[in-house]
């Protein structure tokens, strides 16, 4: 059964967005690879992003609604997350989110505590995800397109290639 192939990234959300910006890109000394006022992207390595924060209202953070949003692994390839998506819903654990972000195919979920995990597949090479990350159609949607698991896992049954799967919905229509 496949794991994933390494610990991709986490994300924060904070009412202290700028401070927390600053704070961050300092310490680690990352670039911001993409930045609006709801969300930032650092990295300091080849990643796409390492760490991202969310602007969220001071009331959440009074709430302790500011913290770890969530974590993310990546799989090796497109065999090995539709392989685990599979074996998860047949354990009764799905997805509460399925997305295709532009630079990675994404499933979310929650454990028992209600702590979210992201479980991708890179849908781009490194290179090919930056350069998504400063385009105008990341820029107009940095959080992405819903997808439906169940019809790209069919798709690919079917012999569809991992090529078109991967392909940023935006692209096909």
Request: aromatic content about 12%; proline content about 5%.
């Given at each position: 059964?496949?794991?994933p192939?390494?610990?991709?990234?986490?994300?924060?959300?904070?009412?202290?967005?700028?401070?927390?910006?600053?704070?961050?890109?300092?310490v680690?000394?990352?670039d911001?690879?993409?930045?609006?006022?709801?969300?930032?992207?650092?990295?300091?390595?080849?990643?796409?992003?390492?760490?991202a924060?969310?602007?969220?209202?001071?009331?959440?953070?009074?709430?302790?609604?500011?913290?770890?949003?969530?974590?993310?692994?990546?799989?090796?390839?497109?065999?090995?997350?539709?392989?685990?998506?599979?074996?998860?819903?047949?354990?009764?654990?799905?997805?509460?989110?399925?997305?295709?972000?532009?630079?990675?195919?994404?499933?979310?979920?929650?454990?028992?505590?209600?702590n979210?995990?992201?479980?991708?597949?890179?849908?781009?090479?490194?290179?090919?995800?930056?350069?998504?990350?400063?385009?105008?159609?990341?820029?107009?949607?940095?959080?992405?397109?819903?997808?439906?698991?169940?019809?790209?896992?069919?798709?690919?049954?079917d012999?569809?290639?991992?090529?078109?799967?991967?392909?940023?919905?935006?692209?096909?229509?």
């Amino acid at each position: 059964m496949p794991s994933p192939i390494k610990f991709a990234h986490v994300v924060l959300r904070t009412a202290r967005f700028d401070e927390m910006l600053e704070w961050w890109s300092g310490v680690l000394e990352a670039d911001v690879r993409f930045a609006n006022d709801f969300i930032a992207f650092l990295s300091f390595d080849d990643e796409h992003h390492r760490v991202a924060m969310i602007s969220v209202p001071v009331e959440d953070q009074e709430l302790g609604r500011s913290g770890v949003d969530h974590v993310a692994y990546t799989y090796a390839g497109i065999d090995d997350q539709f392989e685990t998506y599979q074996r998860l819903k047949l354990q009764g654990i799905e997805p509460y989110w399925m997305i295709h972000h532009g630079g990675t195919l994404s499933a979310y979920y929650r454990d028992p505590d209600g702590n979210q995990v992201e479980l991708q597949v890179d849908a781009l090479t490194m290179e090919d995800t930056d350069t998504f990350m400063r385009s105008p159609v990341f820029a107009a949607n940095p959080i992405g397109i819903p997808v439906d698991f169940d019809d790209l896992v069919a798709r690919y049954e079917d012999g569809e290639s991992e090529e078109s799967i991967l392909a940023y919905p935006l692209a096909t229509a």
